[in-house]
């Protein structure tokens, strides 16, 4: 490896790197805008203050159990490339599958843990530490089941976007997987 040639790839890599890089960025830029959609949303709602304040705490618990969710797909996304990379597609489609069904236990997990939380930890830890109403908290308390409810599909998902169709290079159609289906139905 000669210092010139890591720091001018050339015309091939360089077109390979805009054509696979740009999808994920608009992906990963559109995904961001809708969710700050949803606040913008939410706050021109009535009752806003309580909200907002539901939404805050029930956006950061989320993140935290998303944490194993991210692992798995990304693990997923290195699996399958480094199985194309090798030409083995015959064992990609098994594995694949066994992908998936890691992933939906994952969220499965985190769907309890969400659930564990929400029962256990709300009402005497996180909620008197936040300092909020008791609406804001119920409000909270009812999007952390929704989320829990909706976590295996979004581990599904996070897999088959994140881990299988960009690990497998087709980074469009994830695009269109994960983006349009925000758009035209939850924002």
């Not at 990963?28 to 021109?44: D, K, N, P, Q």
């Not at 994952?106 to 005497?124: E, M, N, W």
């Not at 936040?130 to 409810?149: D, F, H, T």
């Amino acid at each position: 490896l000669l210092p010139r040639h890591s720091l001018s790839p050339g015309k091939i890599i360089a077109g390979d790197c805009m054509k696979f890089s740009l999808p994920v960025v608009c992906n990963e830029v559109l995904w961001s805008m809708a969710i700050s959609a949803y606040a913008i949303i939410m706050g021109h709602m009535a009752g806003s203050t309580q909200i907002l304040a539901a939404y805050t705490i029930a956006g950061n618990i989320d993140r935290l159990m998303n944490v194993g969710l991210f692992a798995a797909g990304g693990a997923t996304a290195v699996i399958i490339g480094r199985d194309i990379g090798r030409g083995d597609r015959e064992s990609m489609y098994g594995k694949a599958i066994a992908l998936n069904a890691l992933c939906l236990a994952t969220g499965i997990i985190s769907a309890v843990f969400i659930l564990l939380t929400r029962a256990f930890l709300c009402d005497s830890f996180i909620f008197p530490i936040m300092g909020i109403s008791p609406e804001a908290g119920r409000i909270a308390k009812y999007m952390l089941v929704v989320i829990a409810i909706a976590m295996p599909v979004r581990a599904c998902n996070l897999c088959d976007v994140v881990g299988i169709f960009r690990g497998g290079g087709d980074v469009k159609y994830g695009l269109l997987v994960d983006v349009l289906p925000m758009y035209l139905v939850t924002v």
